[in-house]
């Protein structure tokens, strides 16, 4: 069925060091969101891709959208202390089904 | 300053009580969602109201129910909870139905005793 699978669940990195999560549908997406959600917090947008092949940038965060419409990535470089937390992409099919990855953890070793 | 309110932040209900949570938003969006989180896990979309128009997943159990009498205002009931039904419940509101930003409220902690 419709579901956006992600990876990986977890990732601990030391402060500095790039961190990269994935997902991945099945089928063609209407487009994709990314959340953060800090412990004990609540889901934040981050940004909505809708194009094929889309790239965005948020300062060290570097998003896509793949050509087929049915992966995404989130890419942090050098990341920071301020970086933790569950990044959660979320997918819409058909303009009417919304499905949240299962997140990727992510803990950053000062 | 906030934007989608939730209340209460924590709740306890008796295994079988029916209890009502409640969220208002000051951004008059037309989209409200009601969404369940447990421990660990993503939010899991439980239904939605465009305007008065009442949108629910096929897979959300008889025993949620929601209203929204009106554009600010929307109320998850939930009619004989169970153990399974404590989680998080997150409120979320957006301009239109999943397209662009979903503000989200910071939730409210349900506990079955």
């Known amino acids: 069925g419709q579901q956006v699978m992600q990876i990986p669940q977890y990732q601990h990195v030391q402060e500095g060091e790039d961190f990269t999560t994935y997902c991945n549908s099945s089928t063609t997406l209407s487009n994709i969101q990314w959340y953060k959600q800090r412990p004990g917090g609540h889901p934040v947008f981050l940004i909505q891709?809708?194009?094929?092949?889309e790239v965005k940038k948020q300062k060290r965060l570097t998003f896509q959208f793949g050509e087929a419409k049915k992966n995404s990535s989130l890419r942090i470089t050098a990341t920071q202390t301020t970086d933790v937390g569950t990044y959660f992409c979320?997918?819409?099919?058909?303009?009417?089904?919304?499905?949240f990855g299962s997140g990727t953890k992510l803990n950053v070793k000062p | 300053d906030a934007m989608v309110i939730q209340n209460p932040r924590y709740q306890v209900t008796q295994f079988g009580k029916p209890v009502t949570l409640s969220c208002s938003q000051t951004?008059?969006?037309?989209?409200m969602y009601w969404y369940q989180q447990k421990s660990s896990q993503a939010p899991k979309l439980l239904f939605h109201y465009y305007d008065k128009d009442f949108n629910n997943e096929a897979d959300t159990p008889d025993n949620f129910q929601s209203r929204r009498p009106n554009t600010s205002f929307c109320f998850l009931d939930i009619r004989s909870p169970g153990l399974g039904d404590a989680a998080m419940y997150l409120c979320?509101?957006?301009?239109?139905?999943?397209?662009?930003?979903?503000?989200f409220g910071p939730g409210t902690r349900l506990t079955v005793t």
């Open positions: 951004l008059n969006h037309n989209v």
């Open positions: 979320a997918g819409l099919y058909n303009f009417n089904k919304f499905y």
């Open positions: 891709l809708v194009k094929s092949g």
């Open positions: 979320a509101t957006s301009r239109d139905n999943f397209q662009g930003e979903q503000y």
